[in-house]
């Protein structure tokens, strides 16, 4: 049996597994990465926890002490009742909206797992101050699509299209690749359509999958809990008062995070800066001054998505290496008649392929995997590979809404207590709508 099938056999139970929930996710990840690395050839053992040290791992494990340290300071409480005292925090529906529009646009310019990282406690400080009008369960999920969605609007939003457009620049006659705002003029329509899906049926899809009237409706919400914390000490628990200036330090560092995730975009900054140094410089002041105790720190770190992030790193990189990844995208173009179809129907394909299998495995390396055989297929017909280039490697890499291991920043949000089949029943019908806006609009907007 080759490696490819036995990838995709592996893939294909992880699937499964993740979909029954019969154990946890971040095991089956796990799990299926010790799979890949152990039987395929291809895959070396340390790819199985090379995630683990991996920039986007780091930066997420340093940006939950940075979010903490608002809740442990009293810091967000502030902000919280700030925002409480505001119309945004009077009616779920527009906060919500409120929150998708600013995260889609942040994430276009910055790290999008820093943007939501950034946003759950601020969201879950809000909702604890709404005497009930607010509830972060219903409002962190949507922040984290729109943050993956958002992060395709620019070149810099998000890897994959870096990866894409590194790779058509090796072509002879692309060394220039493609521009800042090249996806933009397709974005900006699909991400407005995310926001009317959220406002509209999105929001609907919400409090019938969640059940917010249920009682166990916030049963294993970390977000609720930590904020339910910070009320208990508030409101005259037994813990000592925290000192104002670890609120206000607390924030600044925040504050500093952000701005150096803009700077590690800037090509002065790379050789000195990414966004896990950031995030873990940020985590490591708070732990000096005193802000965030380290016992408690380590002990109510979020290790399950820091698990799953990690561990599925490991069983992606096994489908790319042994190339099933490549085999299921070759098999499937094929059915639309491979490089003697029209390049409509190609395009189309390929932006179908992408956003299904961006779902389950990273995006970057995807885009690595389908920028050459797209500028192959597209130099064989005669025609710009660069349509292609956007469309496929670069928009509908960043698709991925239907399950929370497509992208970190929807994973990131698990800690909410959410169930894999919660992001397919909410996330599912607006990736199949963004999937359909891609393949009518790319070929009008991106014309051969």
Request: hydrophobic share 55%.
């Amino acid at each position: 049996m080759s490696s490819s099938t036995i990838a995709i056999i592996i893939t294909v139970i992880a699937v499964i597994s993740f979909v029954l929930e019969k154990i946890p996710l971040a095991m089956t990840a796990l799990i299926a990465s010790l799979l890949m690395g152990i039987i395929l050839p291809e895959m070396s053992l340390s790819d199985v926890y090379a995630g683990f040290a991996s920039t986007t791992v780091m930066m997420v494990a340093g940006m939950c002490i940075v979010g903490n340290a608002l809740f442990e300071t009293g810091m967000a409480e502030k902000i919280g009742s700030k925002i409480g005292e505001t119309k945004l925090a009077k009616n779920e529906r527009l906060f919500m909206i409120i929150v998708v529009v600013i995260c889609t646009i942040m994430s276009a310019f910055l790290s999008n797992s820093g943007t939501i990282a950034m946003w759950m406690p601020l969201i879950a400080a809000v909702a604890a101050k709404s005497s009930g009008k607010i509830r972060s369960k219903m409002i962190i999920m949507p922040a984290g699509i729109a943050c993956a969605i958002g992060g395709a609007g620019t070149l810099v939003g998000s890897t994959s299209q870096q990866t894409a457009n590194n790779a058509l620049m090796t072509f002879e006659g692309f060394e220039e690749g493609i521009g800042l705002f090249a996806q933009t003029k397709v974005m900006l329509p699909l991400c407005l359509i995310m926001v009317i899906y959220f406002a509209t049926i999105g929001y609907s899809v919400l409090k019938k999958v969640l059940k917010p009237e249920n009682p166990d409706f916030d049963k294993n919400n970390y977000f609720s809990q930590i904020a339910g914390t910070a009320n208990d000490k508030s409101n005259g628990g037994k813990k000592e008062e925290v000192p104002a200036w670890k609120g206000w330090l607390s924030l600044v560092v925040l504050i500093t995070c952000i701005v150096g995730f803009i700077l590690t975009g800037q090509a002065a900054f790379k050789p000195y800066l990414n966004v896990g140094i950031v995030a873990l410089i940020g985590a490591t002041i708070l732990i000096v001054t005193g802000c965030m105790p380290l016992k408690k720190t380590l002990a109510e770190m979020d290790w399950n998505t820091i698990l799953i992030l990690a561990a599925a790193q490991g069983f992606a990189t096994g489908l790319n290496v042994s190339g099933g990844g490549k085999v299921i995208a070759n098999a499937i173009l094929n059915l639309f008649g491979g490089a003697s179809a029209s390049p409509m129907i190609l395009m189309a394909a390929g932006i179908v392929v992408t956003t299904v299998l961006t779902n389950f495995m990273s995006n970057t390396a995807l885009a690595a995997m389908m920028t050459p055989i797209y500028v192959e297929i597209a130099l064989s017909l005669g025609i710009s590979p660069i349509p292609f280039v956007i469309a496929i490697c670069a928009v509908a890499t960043n698709l991925a809404c239907a399950t929370p291991v497509g992208t970190p920043a929807c994973t990131q949000t698990l800690p909410a207590g959410y169930k894999y089949m919660d992001y397919v029943k909410i996330g599912g019908p607006l990736c199949i709508i963004l999937i359909v806006a891609a393949c009518i609009l790319c070929p009008i907007v991106y014309p051969f």
